[in-house]
């Protein structure tokens, strides 16, 4: 009988891979969770981290099942109460209240090092999960009864099934010739954190403008995370301003609903581009993650999708006897279950990017019309609020 050293080898430790690793607890595999490097647990309480996530409700509901959001500071969280979107005709807009959809809070505003740091405490006190960081894999083969990883320091693992979640990037993915298909929208992130003159009453917004999108997402204490999704050109001018200057601009593109801002973090860009995945599933293989779907950050459920993935894996692997945790029948019910919520996701993010980001002057006429007439519709309102809260 082959002897492994793992039956779920997780190939990276960021969140979602993480989430998986916690997610498998109560179960009777032996997880291996691998990671370049061991997340920071301590910082300086006066910085915040430039990386914001917003946490759906089901997400927060998966992460307390796992047994990680009891490790989250409460002091660095932050609910959202309502939110607010503005049209680029300076009239229209569209809120969402909590209370009207009869819930507490439509998210939780959390730093990724915060969640991480969770994640990992987490983690370690599973009884049948072993970390292993830092590491580098180094050559990844596909053998007729599992996986076998070699590492830079001369280590070989073996694992009946390989979850690649190293990110957009993936090492896992490339090595086994998995094709993406990736599409740049040719834009920009470009993020930052500030101090605002105005308390942001658990308010997020969101601007569209003809060149792209900027959102504000209300930190605990008098704080707000940017994140303004732009072309290049916009983006070169945001990083090359001075802290006054982009303060000023920033806050002008917000209409002052928060008065004056200061500075928090300094400002930082990452590329925007949508990923499809040929397959999440093989023989003793499975993709998570940004390794297995990218999309526009607009609706804010990158991550939330991910968590998706991982509820879902450990729902499939949980339900069948170690040995057969690689079997491609068993995966294949992952991929299935989880190929229409990240398409649909990435259809809609992708068409309200095309939509808004247009001169068009009919679409620029409809976009604004649509946003004030599904303000005046609550039905509507609110389905699309559970949806997202469900996410």
């Given amino acids: 009988m082959k002897f492994y050293d793992a039956d779920v080898l997780i190939v990276g430790g960021g969140l979602v891979g993480c989430a998986l690793a916690c997610a498998l607890k109560d179960t009777r595999l032996q997880v291996?969770?691998?990671?370049?490097?061991?997340?920071?647990?301590?910082?300086?309480?006066?910085?915040?981290?430039?990386?914001?996530?917003?946490?759906?409700?089901?997400s927060r509901r998966f992460l307390t099942a796992i047994g990680a959001w009891q490790h989250m500071d409460a002091t660095r969280l932050q609910s959202v109460a309502q939110m607010r979107i503005a049209g680029d005709d300076g009239r229209s807009e569209l809120a969402f209240n909590a209370t009207d959809a009869g819930t507490d809070?439509?998210?939780?505003?959390?730093?990724?090092?915060e969640l991480q740091r969770a994640l990992w405490l987490a983690a370690q006190a599973a009884p049948n999960v072993t970390l292993i960081a830092?590491?580098?894999?180094?050559?990844?083969?596909?053998e007729s009864d599992g996986m076998l990883l070699a590492l830079e320091d001369?280590?070989?693992?073996?694992?009946?099934?390989?979850?690649?979640?190293?990110?957009v990037q993936s090492w896992v993915r490339a090595q086994m010739g998995i094709e993406d298909k990736t599409t740049s929208y040719e834009q920009w992130g470009v993020v930052a954190n500030f101090d605002c003159e105005k308390p942001h009453l658990s308010t997020a917004s969101q601007w569209f403008f003809a060149d792209g999108v900027m959102a504000w997402l209300p930190l605990a204490g008098q704080r707000m995370s940017m994140v303004w999704s732009c072309n290049d050109e916009r983006k070169q001018a945001l990083l090359a301003l001075s802290?006054?200057?982009?303060?000023?601009?920033?806050?002008?593109?917000?209409?002052?609903?928060?008065?004056?801002?200061?500075?928090?973090?300094?400002?930082?860009?990452?590329?925007?581009?949508?990923?499809?995945?040929?397959?999440?599933?093989?023989?003793?293989l499975a993709l998570i993650g940004d390794a297995a779907h990218a999309v526009h950050p607009l609706a804010g459920q990158g991550v939330n999708l991910g968590f998706g993935d991982a509820m879902e894996l450990a729902k499939v692997l949980a339900a069948q006897a170690p040995t057969q945790c690689g079997d491609y029948l068993v995966l294949r019910r992952y991929e299935r279950a989880r190929r229409e919520n990240v398409l649909l996701m990435q259809g809609v993010t992708h068409g309200l990017q095309k939509l808004f980001n247009n001169t068009n002057p009919v679409l620029r006429l409809m976009r604004n019309t649509g946003l004030g007439l599904t303000d005046q519709w609550v039905w509507l309102k609110n389905r699309l609020i559970q949806h997202a809260m469900n996410a």
Avoid: N
Avoid at 34 to 46: G, K, N
Avoid at 154 to 167: E, F
Avoid at 251 to 275: D, E, I, K, Y
């Fill in 32 to 58: 291996t969770l691998l990671d370049s490097r061991e997340p920071a647990q301590t910082w300086d309480a006066q910085t915040w981290d430039s990386r914001i996530y917003a946490i759906s409700p089901a």
């Fill in 105 to 113: 809070e439509l998210a939780q505003i959390v730093e990724s090092r």
């Fill in 134 to 142: 830092p590491a580098k894999p180094s050559a990844l083969h596909d």
């Fill in 154 to 167: 001369g280590r070989r693992l073996s694992a009946r099934l390989v979850v690649g979640a190293d990110g």
């Fill in 243 to 284: 802290p006054a200057e982009l303060c000023e601009q920033v806050a002008q593109a917000g209409q002052g609903r928060l008065g004056q801002l200061q500075l928090r973090t300094p400002p930082a860009a990452f590329p925007l581009r949508l990923m499809h995945v040929a397959d999440l599933a093989r023989p003793h």
